[in-house]
């Protein structure tokens, strides 16, 4: 037993190339729940309990200001999301579009999720950016001016496409 102690520490403490090689000259059996990692897999970083890969996230909002709560809670989860230390991008369509209007970002209020205002500052604040939907915009009389000083622009359906296919993860509200 005690043999058996001292070889799980020492595979915990090899990268994966060295410890199967420790396997096979043992006669000894990798265990499911411990795969090969590598020497980049195996860093006291990527040890941690509380450690997380930085992911990119694509938030794409469909709902305005007509659903206070719903649009809210997409900023919030952005901010969160780049307080954690994760690339975001907003795609905003739909009645979405005007949550970038000043005076309907000034208003939006969500039940228990916040103020759109803080969470927009917060987004900027942190490198967060911000497309929204040009036909949706156009549909709802948005101009250049309601995104002048923003981080944002406006793009088409082929710019959601893409930043969905290069993200690691993807929220719609």
Do not use: W
Request: charged fraction near 20%.
């Amino acid at each position: 037993m005690k043999t058996l102690c001292i070889l799980s520490m020492l595979l915990l403490t090899l990268s994966g190339a060295q410890a199967q090689t420790l396997l096979a000259t043992t006669g000894g059996k990798p265990h499911p729940s411990f795969p090969a990692k590598s020497p980049v897999e195996m860093s006291p970083t990527n040890l941690h309990p509380n450690s997380v890969e930085k992911m990119k996230f694509l938030i794409h909002v469909t709902h305005g200001p007509e659903d206070p709560t719903r649009a809210a809670l997409a900023f919030l989860v952005a901010k969160t999301a780049l307080d954690e230390g994760h690339t975001v991008s907003l795609f905003l369509a739909g009645n979405a579009a005007l949550l970038l209007r000043d005076a309907d970002m000034a208003q939006v209020e969500g039940i228990g999720t916040g103020k759109l205002k803080e969470h927009y500052e917060a987004i900027v604040k942190a490198g967060g950016r911000f497309y929204v939907s040009g036909m949706s915009a156009k549909a709802r009389g948005m101009t250049d001016a309601d995104l002048k000083g923003k981080p944002a622009e406006f793009a088409m359906p082929k710019k959601l496409v893409e930043l969905a296919a290069d993200s690691d993860r993807m929220f719609t509200y």
